[in-house]
């Protein structure tokens, strides 16, 4: 494993403006989203509101094949649709879910962040799964504390999506992030308690519960980006960056 930085101070204080446009834009975005709306339109919303701020939408050109460089300044992620659903023509439809998750790059700094918004009224078994994905990310954000193990912060997670009879995406997982977007530690969404690395004051995690309602079996669609669950049921996808504290973790995409 490579090596997991510890932020200074100046560093964090640098993350939480990336942070906190990320949270403005989930705000944004989510106020737009209703029966009939566009994920295209839902995109060019968050991709304005971004530069508007002096900031870079860090998803858009992403990618390792720079033949399909992820195209959206979102993702936008449908119903079965786990993660990586890219913007496009489709409009929302009534009881549907949709997972939209943004990443923005400010001042050499990333911030990343994501949630599951109802459209319309849904299903009761969608809001549980919604409600269920949401406490996962704060039970494994209260294991992100100096002195603890990262997959003390997996453990909680799995235990709390398990015991509601979910289950967890293990092919996809969190990670640390600064100046890159995706830097060490990987952070799976299960494991054993008191293993993982020691987390210290100052590591910057994006820790990203990815939920299914049924199988935790998923597959990559023919745009070689969009996550789907296996069994067709929906999923849900909430994230958030945090600072480990010796107390409680710095939550900066509040
Ligand atoms: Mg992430």
Same mark, same amino acid.
């Given at each position: 494993? !490579?090596? +997991?930085?510890?932020?200074?101070? *100046?560093?964090?204080?640098?993350?939480? $403006? &990336?942070?906190?446009?990320?949270? #403005?834009?989930?705000?944004?975005?989510?106020?737009?989203?209703?029966?009939?709306?566009?994920?295209?339109?839902?995109?060019?919303?968050?991709?304005?509101?971004?530069?508007?701020?002096?900031?870079?939408?860090?998803?858009?050109?992403?990618?390792?094949?720079?033949?399909?460089?992820?195209?959206?300044?979102?993702?936008?992620?449908?119903?079965?649709?786990?993660?990586?659903?890219?913007?496009?023509?489709?409009?929302?439809?009534?009881?549907?879910?949709?997972?939209?998750?943004?990443?923005?790059?400010?001042?050499?700094?990333?911030?990343?962040?994501?949630?599951?918004?109802?459209? !319309?009224? +849904?299903?009761?078994?969608?809001? *549980?799964?919604?409600?269920?994905?949401? $406490? &996962?990310?704060?039970?494994?954000? #209260?294991?992100?504390?100096?002195?603890?193990?990262?997959?003390?912060?997996?453990?909680?997670?799995?235990?709390?999506?398990?015991?509601?009879?979910?289950?967890?995406?293990?092919?996809?997982?969190?990670?640390?992030?600064?100046?890159?977007?995706?830097?060490?530690?990987?952070?799976?969404?299960?494991?054993?308690?008191?293993?993982?690395?020691?987390?210290?004051?100052?590591?910057?995690?994006?820790?990203?519960?990815?939920?299914?309602?049924?199988?935790?079996?998923?597959?990559?669609?023919?745009?070689?980006?969009?996550?789907?669950?296996?069994?067709?049921?929906?999923?849900?996808?909430?994230?958030?960056?945090?600072?480990?504290?010796?107390?409680?973790?710095?939550?900066?995409?509040?």
């Amino acid at each position: 494993m !490579g090596k +997991v930085f510890i932020k200074s101070q *100046r560093e964090i204080e640098l993350m939480k $403006e &990336s942070c906190r446009i990320v949270a #403005e834009v989930l705000a944004l975005v989510g106020s737009r989203i209703k029966p009939g709306a566009y994920t295209r339109d839902l995109d060019e919303i968050a991709e304005r509101y971004i530069r508007s701020r002096g900031a870079t939408p860090a998803f858009k050109g992403y990618g390792t094949d720079k033949r399909n460089l992820f195209p959206g300044t979102l993702c936008v992620s449908i119903e079965d649709e786990v993660v990586h659903g890219i913007p496009n023509g489709r409009q929302l439809q009534e009881g549907q879910v949709i997972s939209v998750d943004v990443g923005v790059k400010k001042d050499g700094y990333y911030g990343d962040g994501a949630r599951t918004f109802a459209v !319309g009224r +849904v299903s009761e078994e969608r809001m *549980r799964l919604l409600r269920v994905t949401e $406490e &996962s990310l704060y039970k494994g954000i #209260e294991q992100a504390q100096e002195g603890k193990r990262l997959h003390d912060v997996s453990h909680a997670v799995q235990t709390h999506v398990e015991a509601a009879g979910f289950s967890v995406v293990r092919d996809l997982v969190g990670h640390g992030i600064g100046k890159s977007l995706h830097e060490e530690p990987a952070i799976p969404n299960y494991g054993a308690p008191g293993t993982g690395i020691k987390l210290k004051e100052g590591m910057v995690l994006a820790i990203e519960p990815m939920v299914n309602a049924g199988s935790a079996r998923v597959s990559v669609g023919n745009d070689g980006w969009t996550v789907r669950t296996w069994d067709g049921k929906p999923s849900a996808h909430f994230e958030h960056t945090v600072v480990v504290r010796k107390g409680d973790a710095e939550i900066l995409t509040r």
